[in-house]
């Protein structure tokens, strides 16, 4: 698959079959995190990868409190939505994070999430990228649940990525070309 083509068409994916992905196919999505490039070639990040149920679980429901208590007030009423799911029913979810003494940690993380969710997408697979896991992985009270989602102390959660076998295939959305700009 040519890369513009999978840039065009990977699409975020919030309905999943039940068919869990391949171990194969998940560390291949850590290989190709591991592969994105860092500031000073730092490699400043950490991925954990949940399969398990009950981890899952954990992390949707104290997620979704989280959300609701934490997060700016368009996101909070969109978590206090019934059927509203944080990881939207997939079978899988990458944690990726960084240091944050490292300014480029950020940016970082971000890389090596849009390589995971390219990966993901040649593989077959859909994704959806979460930026409010944060609002729970990363409070000072928290230390219990960053222990059990395997973080790594002293590290932040950047964001999440839901993963698993697509159930839907949304269409492109309109993009605004009027907010492109060429300095020459």
């Not at 077959?124 to 409010?132: A, F, H, M, S």
Request: aromatic share 6%; hydrophobic share 40%.
């Amino acid at each position: 698959m040519d890369i513009m083509e999978a840039i065009r068409g990977r699409r975020s994916i919030r309905k999943y079959a039940a068919k869990p992905p391949e171990r194969e196919k998940l560390e291949a999505l850590v290989e190709a995190g591991f592969l994105s490039p860092s500031g000073s070639n730092a490699q400043n990040w950490f991925f954990t990868v949940i399969t398990n149920e009950a981890l899952l679980g954990r992390l949707e429901k104290e997620g979704k409190e989280a959300v609701v208590q934490r997060a700016s007030p368009v996101y909070q009423r969109l978590a206090a939505t019934p059927g509203y799911k944080l990881l939207q029913g997939a079978p899988c979810c990458i944690l990726v994070g960084f240091a944050p003494e490292m300014a480029n940690g950020p940016v970082d993380a971000a890389i090596a999430v849009q390589n995971i969710c390219l990966a993901a997408y040649g593989m077959g697979l859909g994704t959806c990228i979460n930026g409010l896991i944060n609002c729970l992985l990363n409070q000072t009270d928290s230390g219990d649940l960053r222990h059990a989602f395997g973080i790594p102390d002293g590290m932040l959660c950047a964001m999440g990525i839901s993963v698993g076998y697509p159930d839907e295939a949304p269409a492109a959305r309109p993009r605004d070309r009027a907010k492109v700009r060429f300095l020459a």
